[in-house]
């Protein structure tokens, strides 16, 4: 969950994690094998996090994140996980997400589903890569999201099963009501309606857990295409998605990412490539500054305390550009954070964290979320 804020005059976090009575399974009700019924016997069959916030641009933020795990049918396995968060503020913005994360044929066959409602204030800065932070446009959006990803690797030879394959599916529809506004900004040109794609998934992973990685390298390649046959917009969109992970002094580990984003074609403003906010570019609003194509670079540090408590320091930088070589001359926008994270599976390397960043030098941004960055 993120808070995104263009400065804090005060902020309360509160992140008490609630885990589960570690269950005592009976062998033959979780897994096919002896291995798998030893380790389910301790095994953690959920958690919850309760969180509470207050900035300018939400006032009072409130709301839960809940996860169930069920374990791997065989030793060493992935367990599946199920995500739940809802939230609200008192300016009536509200989300609801349910993601389940699932693995099959030993683990030979992953994905995801991302169902997620949401009913939100928030502010359209224009296009570009200068942009300023006190000038927007306001809107109300509902959004119905669904978005499936499947990858595999069955087909392929023991050297090759780091690399998967699969197809990624996306169906949104979204309403937006803009505010009165007097400014320079224009008004986005693509705004209702439905945006329906279908898109191909490469990846390399190496990478010795999906959660808190210490060790290997992730390299993604995603392109979907988004029609306005059974939609209402056609255009494309693709990401690459370049990660590696390493141990420093005192065992602390290191991650370093790198993302490229492009879209084209008859485009709704908020699929422009721009960050998230809450794993790209931490701290502000979802595509603060977007245009075509974006650059972000990632390095954070990351280091376990003690009892079920770690923390983190980062750096960021982003930049967006219409096309490549002005992409490239564009300016960065910087940030550096820290922040604390609570382990909500250890077992799973599962982790909340609550992260500050001073954005640019000149704005604080706060966030809160379960799951690493990248």
């Given at each position: 969950?993120?808070v995104p804020v263009?400065k804090?005059?005060a902020t309360?976090?509160?992140?008490?994690?609630i885990?589960?009575a570690?269950?005592?399974a009976?062998?033959?009700?979780?897994a096919?094998?002896s291995?798998?019924a030893d380790t389910a016997?301790?095994?953690?069959?959920?958690?919850?996090v309760p969180?509470l916030?207050?900035?300018e641009?939400t006032?009072?933020?409130y709301g839960?994140?809940v996860n169930?795990f069920?374990?791997?049918s065989f030793k060493?396995g992935?367990s599946q996980?199920i995500?739940?968060?809802a939230?609200?503020s008192?300016?009536?913005?509200f989300?609801?997400?349910a993601?389940?994360y699932?693995?099959?044929?030993h683990d030979?066959?992953?994905?995801?589903?991302?169902?997620?409602y949401?009913n939100?204030?928030?502010?359209?800065?224009?296009i570009?890569?200068d942009?300023?932070m006190d000038?927007?446009i306001?809107?109300?959006?509902?959004?119905f999201?669904f978005m499936a990803?499947?990858?595999s690797?069955?087909?392929?030879p023991?050297s090759?099963?780091?690399?998967r394959?699969?197809?990624v599916?996306?169906?949104?529809?979204?309403?937006?009501?803009?505010?009165?506004y007097d400014?320079?900004?224009?008004?986005p040109?693509?705004?209702d309606?439905w945006?329906?794609a279908?898109g191909?998934?490469?990846t390399?992973?190496?990478?010795?857990?999906p959660n808190?990685?210490r060790?290997?390298?992730?390299?993604?390649?995603?392109h979907?295409?988004y029609?306005?046959a059974i939609?209402?917009?056609?255009?494309?969109?693709?990401?690459l998605?370049l990660?590696?992970y390493g141990?420093?002094?005192?065992?602390?580990?290191?991650a370093?990412?790198?993302?490229w984003?492009?879209s084209?074609g008859d485009?709704?403003?908020e699929?422009?490539?721009g960050?998230?906010?809450?794993?790209?570019f931490?701290?502000?609003?979802?595509?603060?500054?977007?245009?075509n194509?974006?650059?972000i670079?990632q390095?954070e540090?990351?280091k376990?305390?003690?009892?079920?408590?770690?923390?983190?320091?980062?750096?960021e930088g982003g930049?967006?550009?219409?096309y490549f070589?002005q992409?490239?001359r564009n300016?960065?926008h910087r940030?550096?954070g820290?922040g604390?994270k609570f382990?909500?599976?250890?077992?799973e390397r599962?982790?909340?964290r609550?992260e500050?960043?001073?954005?640019?030098?000149?704005s604080?941004g706060?966030?809160?979320?379960f799951?690493?960055?990248?």
């Amino acid at each position: 969950m993120i808070v995104p804020v263009k400065k804090i005059s005060a902020t309360v976090g509160l992140a008490l994690a609630i885990s589960s009575a570690y269950a005592q399974a009976d062998s033959a009700n979780v897994a096919t094998d002896s291995a798998a019924a030893d380790t389910a016997k301790h095994f953690q069959w959920w958690s919850a996090v309760p969180v509470l916030g207050y900035t300018e641009e939400t006032e009072l933020q409130y709301g839960a994140m809940v996860n169930f795990f069920i374990p791997s049918s065989f030793k060493g396995g992935n367990s599946q996980e199920i995500d739940i968060a809802a939230y609200g503020s008192t300016r009536k913005q509200f989300q609801f997400a349910a993601t389940p994360y699932f693995y099959l044929a030993h683990d030979r066959i992953s994905g995801w589903l991302d169902f997620r409602y949401q009913n939100w204030v928030g502010h359209f800065f224009g296009i570009g890569n200068d942009v300023d932070m006190d000038d927007y446009i306001s809107f109300d959006r509902e959004t119905f999201f669904f978005m499936a990803l499947v990858e595999s690797n069955l087909g392929l030879p023991p050297s090759l099963q780091f690399f998967r394959y699969g197809m990624v599916l996306d169906i949104n529809h979204s309403t937006m009501e803009f505010k009165e506004y007097d400014g320079e900004i224009a008004l986005p040109a693509n705004a209702d309606g439905w945006r329906t794609a279908l898109g191909y998934h490469l990846t390399v992973d190496t990478r010795d857990n999906p959660n808190w990685a210490r060790h290997g390298m992730y390299l993604q390649w995603e392109h979907r295409f988004y029609t306005d046959a059974i939609g209402d917009f056609g255009f494309t969109y693709q990401e690459l998605d370049l990660r590696t992970y390493g141990e420093t002094i005192w065992n602390t580990s290191m991650a370093v990412g790198l993302v490229w984003q492009r879209s084209d074609g008859d485009v709704p403003f908020e699929y422009m490539a721009g960050p998230d906010g809450i794993k790209r570019f931490r701290g502000v609003e979802m595509k603060y500054f977007r245009d075509n194509q974006a650059l972000i670079m990632q390095v954070e540090l990351r280091k376990e305390l003690f009892w079920r408590l770690a923390g983190d320091i980062f750096f960021e930088g982003g930049k967006v550009g219409p096309y490549f070589s002005q992409l490239l001359r564009n300016e960065w926008h910087r940030s550096v954070g820290f922040g604390g994270k609570f382990a909500l599976n250890k077992s799973e390397r599962l982790y909340a964290r609550a992260e500050f960043s001073w954005v640019d030098f000149k704005s604080l941004g706060m966030t809160f979320y379960f799951r690493e960055a990248f």
